[in-house]
């Protein structure tokens, strides 16, 4: 990494780096966007749920997936030694997606808080039990590798039924555009930058399969966004 300063302070009288301190630069550039940009990237779709009060259109399963997969994928990325800068997004939008989710034990029962919320508690107790499992080193690093893998699977279980369920309502409800932009973005810059801080092939894969997917919801929110429009008229 010095020898790359160097090489690109070198710029000031003309120098041109080589390839690979460019890539490493343009990692770095990129990983510090994504975190910075993690930090408010649900915001507009909690802003959305509030305003609205509603959570038509959205599943319950790709947010809790997000949730148990941002978990476990923290976790296995500590015990990796991974530096911070190459998955620190992960911490806000795990935050936010408990925050949506919240919302949606409020508002996604037809106004009724009460059962909405007493049917997230013992998600939430589950919730503290993991965390506490993961967070005292009690998994070797083997198994988290394998969770980690697992969770691959777990994203394609959370955002499927979405997709799908978009599709059969040709409408997107209350998903919100800007955060299905940001995350879309922010998911494939992450296949750059996890293979220049030598990530394992199931990272890259994993970020792969993400960027596809928010990606093709990120198209239906393009294709049925007319329709929805012309549905809530």
Do not use: H
């Amino acid at each position: 990494m010095e020898r790359c300063m160097g090489e690109l302070e070198g710029l000031l009288t003309g120098a041109l780096p080589s390839m690979e301190c460019l890539k490493l630069s343009v990692s770095k550039g990129l990983s510090t966007g994504i975190v910075a940009g993690a930090v408010m990237v649900k915001v507009p779709q909690i802003q959305r749920i509030l305003a609205k009060r509603s959570v038509e259109g959205l599943r319950f399963q790709m947010f809790a997936s997000e949730v148990i997969g941002s978990t476990v994928a923290i976790a296995y990325f500590i015990g990796r030694g991974m530096a911070l800068a190459a998955y620190a997004e992960l911490f806000f939008i795990l935050a936010q997606n408990l925050v949506i989710l919240t919302l949606m034990g409020i508002y996604g029962d037809k106004g009724r808080k009460t059962s909405g919320l007493a049917g997230l508690a013992p998600a939430g107790i589950a919730y503290a039990a993991m965390i506490f499992v993961l967070a005292t080193g009690m998994i070797p690093q083997q198994y988290l590798e394998w969770g980690y893998n697992a969770t691959t699977l777990m994203l394609i279980y959370g955002r499927a039924p979405q997709i799908a369920a978009n599709f059969a309502a040709k409408s997107t409800g209350e998903l919100s555009q800007m955060t299905q932009v940001l995350m879309s973005a922010g998911s494939a810059a992450r296949i750059f930058t996890t293979m220049q801080e030598g990530g394992s092939p199931s990272m890259i894969g994993a970020y792969v399969l993400s960027s596809s997917m928010n990606c093709v919801i990120l198209a239906q929110m393009f294709l049925y966004g007319g329709a929805s429009k012309k549905k809530k008229a």
